[in-house]
């Protein structure tokens, strides 16, 4: 760990950090950028329909809505901001990708381990860990797919290496998953 800190290795952990907290200020960013892209324009959407709708209702359009309308927005949005600025802040502190990162990497160390064991089952069990927190995992998803066609699931082996090779990732292994889908072709 000090050597870490010695290269500035924890620097950009620590930046990301602050700046993910940083951009709370607006709802809905902080989804975008931790690729949770659907939720995050979604609440982005609903926290501008609000202000907006709160800020020309109180200063523009003064008669358009009853008090008790433009209060009502007021606090959705306010209540909205806070919303979000809270579950920001439990995301980066308790489920953050770094620890998703160290927990996963153990996982799969201890399923290859299990796999090389022939312990099939242990070794699913923490490949389907693996991607229930990260579904996008490549070197998972061709374990599992190889650990399928090795115990018969033909079908589960070519569902789990399509999946993979649509991966951004999966180009360091195009030609392993070629080679599974390949024995999976031989009668």
């Known amino acids: 760990m000090p050597e870490a800190q ?5 620097a950009p952990r620590v930046s990301k950090r602050i700046g993910l907290a940083l951009l709370s200020v607006w709802p809905g960013l902080p989804q975008i950028c931790m690729r949770h892209e659907v939720a995050g324009l979604a609440i982005a959407t609903c926290f501008a329909v609000l202000i907006n709708t709160a800020l020309v209702a109180t200063f523009v359009w003064t008669e358009a809505l009853a008090v008790e309308w433009l209060w ?24 953050h990708p770094e ?10 160390r201890e399923a290859l381990h299990e796999y090389l064991g022939g312990r099939w089952s242990e070794a699913r069990w923490r490949l389907d860990r693996i991607l229930s927190a990260d579904q996008g ?12 066609r090795h115990t018969g699931q033909t079908e589960d082996a070519r569902r789990m290496l ?5 991966l951004d990732t999966a180009g360091k292994w195009r030609w392993e998953i070629d080679r599974e889908l390949a024995y999976l072709s031989e009668p």
């Open 6 to 10: 010695a290269t500035g290795e924890g």
């Open 99 to 108: 620890r998703f990162r160290q927990v996963n990497d153990q996982l799969y």
């Open 162 to 166: 399509r999946r993979c090779r649509e």
């Open 72 to 95: 009502a927005i007021w606090v959705s949005a306010a209540g909205l901001w806070f919303a979000s600025a809270l579950a920001t802040g439990w995301w980066l502190w308790r489920r």
């Open 137 to 148: 995992d490549c070197d998972a998803l061709i374990q599992l797919g190889t650990l399928c």
